[in-house]
């Protein structure tokens, strides 16, 4: 049995990769913090598909709580190791830098670059020791230009691009590969409840985001998940250290 851990995994396109992952054959863990109807409906969809998968609640950006459920899971798991981990959890505290508060800012770190420290270095040793993994972190197009009034965001997702590129180079002789997906503008529940609070339908945004994407559309959280699919195939064993952007041409 293959174990994939997908933190933020119950929604959007940490649902996706969840879903994909499934299909790809792996036994996938549900992480998230606490929406448990959303996380029940994507192990729900992905066990009436015919895979496999378990919740496991946790907050990324508590290392207690982090240590202490990934050591129950490896106790009652003595055989097995997580072989792929998609760091994909994060929260968004977006606002002009100046009117950032201490607080906020420190939420968007926690959740998002310090959960890679916590959650890889446990992860990490069990891959080390059987010479086969991936590290897949989910960055975004923020992280290579910016958006007005997500400085932290951007900070974020920056610093996933520095850490896969470092860690690449630690564990590339052991088999692992480190990589990171950089997702453009995506049609998640998290833009379209955005739009909802600027007033703004689909159809607008759409006629808006049309002159600065290439290919005149928004992406598809399943196209991320393709993505992330092959990255953590045998296809992609020589592929480490690399920030792959999928934003339907905006950054080129």
Not at 30 to 40: F, L, P, R
Not at 79 to 84: A, L
Not at 135 to 158: D, L, M, P, Q, T
Not at 160 to 184: D, F, M, Q, W, Y
Request: glycine letters at 8%; aromatic letters at 8%.
């Amino acid at each position: 049995m293959k174990y994939a851990l997908v933190t933020g995994g119950s929604r959007g396109i940490g649902r996706a990769i969840s879903i994909q992952l499934a299909r790809d054959g792996y036994y996938v863990i549900i992480n998230y913090k606490s929406n448990h109807e959303a996380a029940q409906e994507t192990l729900s969809q992905i066990q009436n598909e015919g895979g496999q998968a378990e919740l496991m609640p946790f907050d990324v950006s508590q290392p207690d709580a982090i240590n202490t459920t990934l050591e129950q899971w490896y106790a009652s798991h003595p055989d097995e190791y997580i072989e792929v981990l998609v760091n994909n959890a994060g929260v968004s505290r977006d606002d002009m830098f100046l009117d950032i508060e201490s607080e906020d800012w420190h939420k968007v770190i926690n959740s998002g670059l310090n959960a890679f420290y916590y959650i890889s270095q446990r992860v990490l040793p069990e891959m080390i020791l059987h010479h086969q993994g991936r590290i897949i972190n989910i960055s975004s197009i923020a992280a290579i230009r910016g958006y007005v009034g997500r400085v932290n965001h951007s900070a974020v997702k920056a610093a996933l691009l520095g850490v896969t590129k470092a860690l690449s180079v630690e564990v590339a002789s052991r088999k692992i590969t480190v990589n990171a997906v950089a997702p453009g503008l995506i049609l998640t529940d998290i833009h379209r409840n955005f739009l909802k609070s600027q007033n703004i339908s689909e159809e607008e945004s759409l006629i808006q985001y049309k002159k600065y994407i290439p290919m005149q559309r928004i992406g598809k959280p399943e196209e991320v998940a393709d993505l992330v699919s092959f990255l953590a195939s045998d296809k992609a064993a020589y592929i480490t250290g690399q920030v792959i952007a999928i934003d339907g041409g905006l950054a080129v």
